[in-house]
């Protein structure tokens, strides 16, 4: 998934089989946060403040400060 920070910063969210999600600075390429799942990740859609992740579960919504 990709969107952007608040700031306009471009951001892209990776997810998969090892339960963690990870939203990195594609500037830099650097981490820039994490989040761990109990079940594996199949979708993700990030909107620059809110990141929406379906797995096995159901889907969830954080909002990322």
């Known amino acids: 998934?990709?969107?952007t920070t608040t700031d306009n910063r471009p951001v892209l969210a990776s997810g998969g089989d090892d339960r963690i999600?990870?939203?990195w600075d594609s500037g830099t390429g650097t981490p820039a946060a994490t989040v761990h799942r109990r079940v594996a990740v199949n979708t993700l859609l990030y909107n620059g403040?809110?990141?929406t992740i379906g797995d096995d579960e159901g889907?969830?919504?954080i909002?990322?400060?």
Do not use: D, K, P, R
């Open 1 to 3: 998934a990709f969107g």
């Open 21 to 23: 999600v990870q939203l």
């Open 49 to 51: 403040s809110l990141l």
């Open 59 to 61: 889907m969830s919504t």
């Open 63 to 65: 909002e990322m400060i």
